[in-house]
C-alpha cells in the first residue's frame, strides 16, 4: 500500500486562502465543543427510542491504509458496490470491495496533479468524479483508473471545489464554497474530455449575512426527479433549492431547524435526506416533501466515534459514514490521528 508522505493539509503550501478558509468553517460559530473523538470501535452502544428499544448502531465497515489519510469524500457504486474514499491531505483515492474489511489505494496520490480529493460521486454510467478543491473535478474510469475527462476553474482567484451532484440527465453539478456558486459539466462537455468550469448559479446574495464569512456552500444533492438541486450553507444552517426548470434560487423552510455544520448530504428517491454535521459528531435525517420547498426533522444521531464525519453514503440497510478525523493533526487542529476507517452507521 502506498505510505502517506503529506504533512496534514493545515501545513500545506497549496491555496492557503482555501485551506484557512476550510479550518475556519469548521470551527466558526461552533456550538460548544464537540466530544473528542474516540479511537473507532466494533459497534457503539445505542440511543433508545421513545420505546426504549434501541434502534441505531456505528461499526466499522473498513479501514484506509496509512497514517495522515484524512479522508473526506465518499462515493458508492451502484453497479458493482464498490466503494471510493478520498484523501483530504493528498489526493488519493480509495477502494474498497464489497465483503472487505480494508480498503486498497485506486488512484495514489499526486495522480493527474490532484492536491486533494474532496466530494466523490460515481455517476449512472459507472464513472468516479473526483473534486480537487484547488482546481475542478476529474472523471475516472473505473475499471482501469484511466482519466477521462477533466474540467478546471480558470483564473487564480480562490475557490474550493468541493462537492458534486447529478441529474437525471447526467449533468453534474459542483459547489464552490469559497465563492458560493455552483458549477455545470453537461454530457456535451463530458464527451468533449476537457474544459473550464463555468459557474450556472450564483448563490453569494442569496447567503444570511455572518461576520467574518469566508466559506459557504458546502454538501449538494439532486433532486431524483431532476426538478431541482439543494446545497446547504453550513456557516448560516440554511438549505438552498435551486430549481432547474426556471433557474429560481429560494430557501428551504426547515421547520424551525437548522443545518448548521452540515457537510454532506445524500437525498433518496423517498425524500429522507441525510446530512452529517462534522464538527458536532451528528448524524441527522430529514423528510423532505415532494416539490423540495420544506424539510422537518426525523432523526438525530450524535456520537463522538464517528470522528468529525464529512461525508455519506446510504445504501438499502446502512449509512457508510466517513469518520476524517481533521482534529487530530489535520485542518482542524494538532494531535496524532489513530486508524483511518469509515463508519457503517444502520437506523439512520
Not at 502517506?4 to 460548544?32: H, I
Not at 484506509?64 to 458508492?76: N, S, W
Not at 492536491?115 to 475542478?136: C, E, I, M
Not at 456535451?188 to 467574518?212: C, F, K, N, V
Request: aromatic share 6%; net charge neutral.
Amino acid at each position: 500500500m502506498l505510505k502517506k508522505k503529506a504533512v496534514p493539509a493545515a501545513s500545506r503550501p497549496l491555496l492557503p486562502a482555501a485551506l484557512l478558509a476550510l479550518t475556519t468553517a469548521l470551527t466558526l460559530a461552533a456550538l460548544p465543543a464537540a466530544q473528542a473523538a474516540q479511537p473507532a470501535q466494533a459497534t457503539t452502544p445505542s440511543a433508545p427510542s421513545a420505546q426504549g428499544v434501541k434502534d441505531w448502531s456505528i461499526s466499522t465497515a473498513f479501514t484506509l491504509p496509512g497514517e495522515k489519510v484524512y479522508p473526506e469524500g465518499i462515493a458508492t457504486d451502484p453497479r458493482t458496490h464498490a466503494v471510493y474514499v478520498g484523501s483530504y491531505a493528498d489526493g488519493t483515492v480509495y477502494r474498497a470491495l464489497p465483503g472487505r474489511s480494508a480498503a486498497e489505494v485506486f488512484l495514489p496520490a499526486g495522480t493527474d496533479g490532484r492536491h486533494t480529493a474532496n466530494g466523490l460521486r460515481v455517476d449512472p454510467r459507472g464513472r468516479l468524479w473526483v473534486t480537487d478543491s484547488t482546481a475542478g473535478v476529474a472523471v475516472y474510469d473505473t475499471a482501469s483508473g484511466a482519466r477521462l475527462a477533466h474540467f478546471e476553474v480558470a483564473g487564480s482567484d480562490p475557490r474550493f471545489i468541493n462537492d458534486l451532484a447529478f441529474t437525471p440527465d447526467g449533468t453534474a453539478y459542483l459547489t464552490d464554497s469559497v465563492r458560493a456558486v455552483l458549477y455545470r459539466v453537461t454530457p456535451a462537455q463530458l464527451a468533449a474530455g476537457s474544459g473550464e468550469l463555468e459557474a450556472a448559479y450564483d448563490l453569494s446574495g442569496r447567503l444570511t449575512p455572518y461576520p467574518g464569512r469566508s466559506f459557504s456552500l458546502n454538501g449538494i444533492a439532486a433532486d431524483p426527479a431532476g426538478r431541482y438541486l439543494l446545497t446547504v450553507d453550513m456557516i448560516a444552517g440554511d438549505l438552498h433549492r435551486v430549481d432547474l426548470r426556471t433557474g429560481a434560487l429560494s430557501r428551504v423552510d426547515l421547520g424551525g431547524g437548522d443545518l448548521t455544520h452540515a457537510d454532506g448530504l445524500d437525498l433518496a428517491p423517498d425524500g429522507s435526506l441525510r446530512v452529517a454535521h462534522n464538527t458536532t459528531n451528528t448524524l441527522t435525517r430529514w423528510r423532505v416533501n415532494h416539490d423540495g420547498t420544506r424539510a422537518r426533522l426525523v432523526r438525530t444521531i450524535t456520537d463522538p466515534s464517528l470522528q468529525i464525519p464529512t461525508t455519506l453514503s446510504h445504501t438499502a440497510g446502512r449509512t457508510l459514514v466517513v469518520r476524517s478525523q481533521f482534529d487530530k493533526g489535520g485542518p482542524m487542529g494538532p494531535g496524532t490521528p489513530g486508524t483511518f476507517t469509515v463508519a457503517a452507521v444502520r437506523g439512520l
